[in-house]
Every structure is written in structure tokens, then in C-alpha cells.
């Protein structure tokens, strides 16, 4: 129970900085030899409460967005200019969703054993580091969210769909891109939280109907233990969301870039000399 704590407590500090919540709880469980790897199906419940922590602090916009597009689209009701764009920001949402839902589904089987490789971790880490890096300093934050356009949703969930690979970060991939395309960190911090709702809670809904079935024998934690997880992660992530935007508003993501990239750089070495196995 306290190592299910331990990650739900990493879980909510890690799921929204643009550092990969999954590639932390893979790599401290390594480091202070807990279990050999709580596995991808614990990662994904315990995404649940970070998610709903993101339901309650985005509470009002999943409000608007949700009535304005049901009223648009299944009442067929003539909307005012704001509630148009929040209707279209539901079919934003609704598209950027779409690459993560197909790619995770097909190869889920790959997900859980070959992408949890510490040596792809590591490497990953520091590569996309590097691209978020890039992305930000170059990024001429001349885009808010009014300007978001079908392409560009397609194309942040493109990039959240290579959070699928442990260490990428899911709020890192979709940040980088809404920094290519020139959108300012808020708007595309903002984006990232609502477009990952779908996704993670489709993720973590199906992998708790799997533990839940046949397979539940093969988890590592228990459900009580898993749901005490959730919690925790809930707790912190909310705290964490607070913070993230008002921090976004004045400085840049180089703290987060740095320490991924010491981060994989020490992993990568602890590999090399047998300190610790993949």
C-alpha cells in the first residue's frame, strides 16, 4: 500500500509537468527497488484522478464547451459568437483525440512490454527534451486558442499520441507542437489539459475493466491499493495544475528541459554499468 501511495503521489506531481509521469513511476521504481514495474494498467487507472482533478479545476470551460456543442450539434440551436467557439472547441477536442484513441487501441500489446525498455526511456527523455527545447525558445507565441484550426488539432493529437512511448510526456509532446506552431505557453498548456481528457479517461476506464476481469491475478497492486493510488494522484495533481499556469505565465519550460535531459543522462549511465537493469 505505501509503494501504491508513493506513485500515486508521483503520478500527480509528474502527469502534468512536461517531464512523462509514466517514465518516472517506470524509473524510481527501479531506483528504490520497489516492484520490478507497476505496469502500463496501473499508469493508466491511476490517470484517472489526475484527470478528474482537471474535470473540477477546468470545470467551467468543460461546462461551456459541452453545453454549446450538444446544443449546437444534436439541438441544431443558433449559438452567440462565444458560444460558437466553445462548440468548436469541442470538435477540436473531439479530432486531436482521435490519434491517441486508434494508435493506443492497436497496439496496446506493444505499449505494455516493449515500450517499458528503460534504455527507450532514457533516450527518450533526453531527445524529446531537447525537442521541447527547441520548440519553446523558437515558439513566437502569436497564436491563442481562438486561432486553433482543424489542421492544428490534428496535429497536437498526433504529437500527444506519441506519449504512448513512456518518457515522450503527453503534456510535453502537445506543448512542443503547440509551440511550433507558434501558440503562446498558456494556450498551449490550456489545450493539452482539455484535449487529454478523452484519451486518459478512456485509457484508464478500459484498463480497469481489464483488471477487473479475467487478467486481474497479473496486476501488481491490488484494486484497494490502486484506488488509494488514484486518490493521491488526484490530491497532487490538482495542487500541481494551480501552480503549472501561473508559473507558465512568467517563465519558460527550461527547468523541466534541463532536468529531463539530466534525468535520462543518469539512467542511461546507471544501464551502462550494470548499476541497474532494464
Do not use: C
Not at 3 to 9: M, R
Not at 55 to 82: C, G, N, Q
Not at 203 to 225: I, R, T
Not at 245 to 253: A, D, E, L, M, Q
Request: net charge positive; hydrophobic share 55%.
Amino acid at each position: 500500500m505505501l509503494e501504491a501511495i508513493f506513485f500515486g503521489i508521483l503520478q500527480g506531481l509528474t502527469e502534468f509537468l512536461p517531464i512523462s509521469s509514466s517514465a518516472h513511476v517506470r524509473i524510481f521504481a527501479k531506483f528504490f527497488g520497489m516492484t520490478e514495474d507497476p505496469g502500463a494498467r496501473f499508469t493508466a487507472i491511476m490517470q484517472i484522478g489526475t484527470e478528474l482533478a482537471v474535470l473540477i479545476y477546468f470545470r467551467k470551460d468543460i461546462k461551456e464547451i459541452i453545453s454549446a456543442w450538444i446544443r449546437k450539434v444534436i439541438l441544431r440551436r443558433d449559438l452567440h459568437i462565444d458560444e460558437v467557439a466553445h462548440a468548436r472547441m469541442g470538435w477540436l477536442i473531439i479530432v486531436g483525440s482521435l490519434p491517441i484513441v486508434v494508435l493506443g487501441y492497436l497496439g496496446q500489446d506493444i505499449i505494455a512490454s516493449n515500450f517499458r525498455s528503460l534504455w527507450l526511456i532514457a533516450s527518450v527523455l533526453i531527445i524529446f527534451g531537447v525537442v521541447l527545447g527547441v520548440a519553446d525558445r523558437l515558439g513566437k507565441s502569436s497564436r491563442s486558442l481562438a486561432d486553433l484550426n482543424i489542421s492544428h488539432g490534428v496535429l497536437y493529437g498526433l504529437a500527444q499520441s506519441l506519449a504512448l512511448i513512456p518518457g515522450v510526456s503527453r503534456s510535453g509532446a502537445t506543448i512542443a507542437m503547440g509551440r511550433a506552431l507558434g501558440y503562446s505557453r498558456e494556450a498551449a498548456l490550456r489545450y493539452s489539459f482539455l484535449l487529454a481528457i478523452p484519451a486518459v479517461f478512456g485509457s484508464g476506464l478500459f484498463e480497469l475493466v481489464k483488471a477487473l476481469g479475467e487478467d486481474a491475478g497479473n496486476n501488481v497492486f491490488s484494486l484497494s491499493q490502486t484506488f488509494a493510488a488514484t486518490v493521491f494522484a488526484f490530491v497532487i495533481g490538482y495542487l500541481v495544475i494551480a501552480w503549472l499556469i501561473k508559473f507558465v505565465t512568467t517563465r519558460s519550460f527550461k527547468p523541466f528541459i534541463i532536468y529531463r535531459i539530466l534525468l535520462g543522462a543518469l539512467v542511461l549511465l546507471l544501464l551502462t554499468f550494470g548499476v541497474i537493469k532494464s
